[in-house]
């Protein structure tokens, strides 16, 4: 089990900041996808992972107790 | 206790307060940006904004910022504070200052905090327009990230 | 009461209040400089400063930058004051705040007024160290003026 | 007569703020060269004359009345 946090329109689209997802030992591409295909997350492509307050590449493994934020695009300033 | 120069608020912001925080007897030149709620953009009216941050992360960003900054500039000291909720017209969303010796570098250290802030803090900002509203997505219109994440160092 | 832009006064200069003169609705971008006086400058140590100036053509010449200002970055709004007589370490001697609908002329215009203000407002500085004192000359280092007088436009 | 306004380290050298000199409908590049020659001004070269708060060139004319100040190099900021 792995929580994501969520932000922005997609904490609005999805009605609430976090998901708890039954996941975990999975790289953020793997993530991704499912977001995409099992719970109609859009737009993945443009969204950033971090992973315990980092920026996190495709490549790198999500695992248990790891904290998982999706980042859309930032606009501060 | 420890002067925090990296934080995310929810009240108004303190300028002179930062200011304070960069001031040194060997620095002749501090800058500030404010960054303020602007009523027009593109034609289209702002009514209010609301800005979020993913807080702790917000943070850690705006101190990588300033490891970045202390490496290209090292006799700089900068201090940000972001602002997040509800804002309206001309109310201050952001604030950097960057003191220096001299001032060359504390108008380049603060340009590129400003730059570095629009890219890699996680913070985010819903237009309220007259005829609806929307979360902005990168201003800096990069989209997405290029390289498949934010540049932390170059 | 119209509130004037450009000052040279004898008291503590109000940073809020200047960057007030500049907030417009139409404003995203506030820059400001902030001149202090710098206790070490090359290896030397400063123990206080005393500036002078030949009032009524500082305030012309800051009018004058204004101008400049205007034709190079036509939506910025500049205020400048400027501190005389005795200042001591961090003391703040100059403010400048330039507001702009985006941020890059509120940098561009904040430089290039304080670069103008070193080149021909009227003002002279006199340092006090801790082995004597002097009147410094052109801190630019382009002595005297190669043209005959300082470029009023360019 | 015409007043000259001095300031800096003139002002010093003088011992007072402004002179009253017998002089006028000389050029800016006169009233220098009598500067230096009968009133012992050093470093009239990196001195720029303003006639009524404007800075002069050396073929102005200064007259009766104007507002003349020799503006050594300035070092505010």
């Known amino acids: 089990m792995i929580t994501i946090l969520l932000f922005a329109h997609l904490q609005e689209e999805a009605g609430k900041d976090y998901l708890e997802l039954p996941l975990e030992n999975i790289t953020v591409e793997e993530l991704k996808k499912t977001l995409k295909n099992d719970y109609s997350f859009t737009q993945m492509d443009q969204i950033m992972v971090a992973i315990n307050e980092e920026f996190a590449l495709s490549t790198d493994i999500i695992k248990q107790g790891d904290t998982v934020a999706l980042i859309p695009p930032v606009s501060g300033g | ?154």
Do not use: C
């Open chain 2, 1 to 154: 206790m420890k002067e925090e120069l990296f934080l995310i608020v929810e009240e108004p912001i303190d300028v002179p307060a930062l200011v304070k925080k960069v001031e040194r007897r060997e620095a002749g030149a501090i800058t500030t940006f404010i960054g303020t709620v602007r009523e027009w953009t593109k034609g289209k009216r702002t009514v209010y904004l609301e800005y979020q941050a993913y807080k702790p992360m917000a943070v850690k960003m705006m101190k990588v910022i300033d490891q970045e900054i202390k490496e290209k500039w090292p006799d700089t000291k900068i201090a940000i504070t972001h602002r997040i909720g509800q804002l309206d017209i001309t109310d201050i969303a952001v604030v950097i200052a960057v003191s220096s010796p001299h001032r060359k570098a504390a108008y380049e250290a603060n340009e590129y905090a400003i730059e570095r802030i629009k890219q890699i803090v996680p913070i985010w900002k819903k237009e309220h327009w007259e005829d609806g509203q929307t979360w902005l997505g990168d201003q800096l219109e990069t989209v997405p990230y290029p390289s498949g994440k934010p540049i932390i160092k170059e």
